[in-house]
């Protein structure tokens, strides 16, 4: 079964600092990852994904994201947070074989301040 | 976000009446899903509709009827439900269900309370 872990479940960046926001995964396949924010009342606006290649994804609103697939894990990165990042953040992963299932992690709430 | 829309935004219901939730999509995709989002808990997948097809009904309360008449339109219809039923529904699309690594899109949500 795929899973998808979010160890930190808040995660504090002053404005202009560099932010890291972790997940890591387990499927049994190559995975597919997917990472999604979510603002106060909104659904959840997709940021990026990795399928396959380069292992660093760069995504909207200038997050990307590190493929590892040694270590299990596709963190999220920011070179330099804005106090309008702060929301929700999940991770989520597909397991090439489950055509229809994504699994997400529990979030990840970023807050930055200034 | 237009792109996925979702009525009622906000439903306050009791636990003897019968609503239902509405989702469209504007994106040309053909498949469908409902989750439910509740606190401090991941995204629990609830139903997948693939060209208006139930593809995939993951264990859900008969109390949730959902409906998919075309690849535009799904409804979730509630009965009967009991206050742990109150949530977030998020309502996606995707292009289809079987593709690699096809992305969702997510509608607003509708807050749900059930009294």
């Known amino acids: 079964a795929q899973s998808v872990a979010q160890p930190e479940d808040q995660v504090n960046v002053a404005e202009g600092n560099p932010l890291t926001v972790k997940c890591t995964y387990s499927v049994s396949g190559n995975p597919y990852l997917f990472w999604y924010v979510q603002y106060p009342n909104r659904g959840l606006q997709f940021l990026l994904k990795y399928i396959t290649g380069d292992n660093l994804v760069k995504g909207s609103y200038g997050f990307e994201a590190e493929f590892n697939k040694s270590q299990t894990s596709f963190h999220l990165k920011k070179p330099s947070a804005l106090v309008s990042d702060s929301a929700l953040y999940f991770c989520?992963?597909?397991?090439?074989?489950?055509?229809?299932?994504?699994?997400f992690g529990t979030g990840t709430r970023l807050q930055v301040t200034l | 976000e237009t792109g996925v829309t979702q009525t009622p935004r906000h439903l306050v219901m009791g636990m003897t009446n019968k609503k239902s939730l509405k989702c469209e999509q504007h994106l040309g995709h053909n498949a469908m899903y409902w989750y439910k989002q509740s606190a401090k808990k991941p995204l629990e997948l609830m139903f997948v509709y693939s060209l208006e097809e139930r593809v995939e009904n993951n264990s859900v309360p008969s109390r949730f009827s959902p409906e998919c008449p075309n690849s535009s339109h799904l409804f979730l219809h509630l009965h009967t439900l009991q206050p742990e039923d109150s949530a977030l529904y998020l309502c996606a699309s995707s292009p289809g269900t079987s593709g690699r690594g096809e992305t969702q899109y997510f509608g607003p949500g509708t807050r749900l309370l059930v009294l």
């Open positions: 989520a992963v597909r397991d090439p074989g489950t055509a229809s299932k994504l699994t």
